[in-house]
């Protein structure tokens, strides 16, 4: 009986990791962690999710949710933009979470844009700085993506074996 509330909560931290990888207000990787993580306590850490493996993914998650905060501000750096149009497209970001998950990439493209146009007076040099924030951002989303459907993948291949 409890496995099966392991199996079930699991499963539940699978599906809202894999949303919560696209959705800002959600920390996908690390739900998915949890949910794998859970299958393999239930397992006794019995291949193929022996503890190396889960300890690895573990290693990715944090990789991940670190790289998630450096790769906007790495690609607006690498578009040009100043410490004031990080700082805007940051407070834009914050701001269009609160609205929806393309709120926040266009808060941060806006709030890029406003920055380096109120410092700069270059609009050219302003979109350029707001478009880097935006690749760097769905770069970012990508990477947690496959990260959780990797961890997902593992998790039914895990269950499968379980069963």
Known sequence: MLEIVVIVMGSIFILIGLAGSILPVLPGPPLSFIGLLLLALANRFSPPLTSTFIILMGLLTGVAVVLDYIIPV?????????KWGLWGSFVGMVIGIFFSPLGMLLGGLIGAVIAEGLVHRKTGQALKAGWGVVVGTLLGTVLKFVLSAMMAYSFIRAL????
């Open 74 to 82: 790495l690609g607006a750096r690498r578009y040009g933009s100043s």
């Open 160 to 163: 499968f074996r379980y069963v």
